[in-house]
């Protein structure tokens, strides 16, 4: 099968950047998370990135009783791969975030490259109101926050999932975690193909300018050859503009109301999967196809949908 032209789309659905206060649509319970990978999956998404909330208040949750309410669902209802997060949220210690990924041993696992400082305190100057006590000063605490991926933790997560296959969609946010990327790789603890997901616009990261693209591009390409295979995300506005420079230069993308909440200059997504069939267009209309599960099964090398713990 020839996959040179086929073009990964994964769907981030909540995340633990935005809060419901945002947007109506943003998906909480297990219900809603359920119903949002259905659709997405529907639409074109062949991988669907997954955290978990508290259904009552919104919160990011990294329990594993909080993936069990919904990843069997997720996994019977859509054939997509599920990629669970290791990052959790960036307040939470590392044993936390880890705990979802070696319960249920995904064929995919999120896994960040490198501490950064992670500023969402800017999003105040925009959302005044909010539902839940907690979103404010969860978003002003980022003011002082580090969000902690040392060498040591990162260890601990390739080493507590080690025995489960379970490969990884390495996050990096800026240059250097493909630095640090390449390091692992030396010491033989990762192995190709590298999924890297390149990560652009967070406050802390790298910024959203087509420079910053081609730089992250052209060191992936100097540190792994042909040995990794490449995605972006984009945050906020700069989602689609971003997905479409990967498109063009033989990339895969990331989209979902993790990233970004909008489908457009003023107009929020009512889905994450309105933001896939806009991805999908652009990658149709630049001549490629948006692979299947089965095909994002293959140019990953995954151990398969029946080897997962859920």
């Keep these: 099968m020839d996959l040179r ?30 119903r949002e990978a ?55 210690k590392v044993e936390e975030r880890v705990q979802p990924a070696l ?12 501490s950064i400082n992670f500023g969402l305190f800017p999003l105040l100057q925009k959302y005044k109101e909010f539902k839940h006590d907690w979103e404010a000063p969860a978003l002003e605490a980022t003011r002082d926050l580090v969000f902690r991926n040392s060498f040591k933790e990162i260890e601990y997560i390739l080493e507590k999932c080690s025995a489960n296959s379970t490969r990884f969609e390495f996050e990096c946010y800026d240059i250097g975690h493909l630095y640090n990327l390449a390091h692992f790789a030396d010491r033989g603890l990762v192995k190709a193909p590298f999924f890297i997901q390149s990560v652009f616009g967070i406050l802390g990261g790298i910024g959203t300018h087509q420079e910053d693209v081609l730089h992250m591009r052209r060191t992936a390409d ?18 689609l503009r971003i997905a479409a ?16 909440l909008w489908a457009g200059r003023g107009r929020l ?24 599960p089965s095909e994002a099964r293959e140019i990953l090398r995954l151990k398969g949908a029946d080897k997962v713990a859920f």
């Excluded at 073009?7 to 359920?34: D, F, K, N, Q």
């Excluded at 919160?59 to 990052?87: C, H, M, W, Y």
């Excluded at 100097?222 to 989602?239: I, K, N």
């Excluded at 994450?272 to 149709?284: G, L, P």
């Design 103 to 114: 319960a249920y041993a995904p064929e995919v696992a999120s896994l960040n490259m490198g």
């Design 38 to 92: 259905n659709l997405a999956a529907e639409a074109g998404a062949a991988i669907l990135h997954l955290h978990a909330r508290d259904p009552e208040t919104g919160r990011p949750d990294q329990s594993i009783e909080a993936f069990g309410r919904f990843l069997s669902a997720v996994k019977n209802g859509t054939g997509a791969v599920v990629n669970i997060t290791t990052g959790g949220s960036p307040f939470m």
């Design 269 to 292: 997504a009512q889905s994450s999967a309105d933001q896939v069939r806009m991805v999908r267009k652009i990658i149709e209309g630049l001549g490629k196809t948006v692979a299947t």
């Design 5 to 34: 032209d086929k073009v990964i789309i994964t769907c981030a659905l909540t995340g633990a950047i935005h809060t419901p206060s945002m947007s109506p649509y943003l998906p909480v319970t297990p219900e809603e998370i359920t």
């Design 222 to 239: 100097r540190l792994f050859g042909d040995s990794y295979v490449w995605s972006v995300l984009g945050a906020g506005a700069s989602q």
């Design 245 to 260: 420079m990967s498109a063009s230069m033989g990339g895969h993308v990331r989209v979902g109301l993790e990233d970004s």
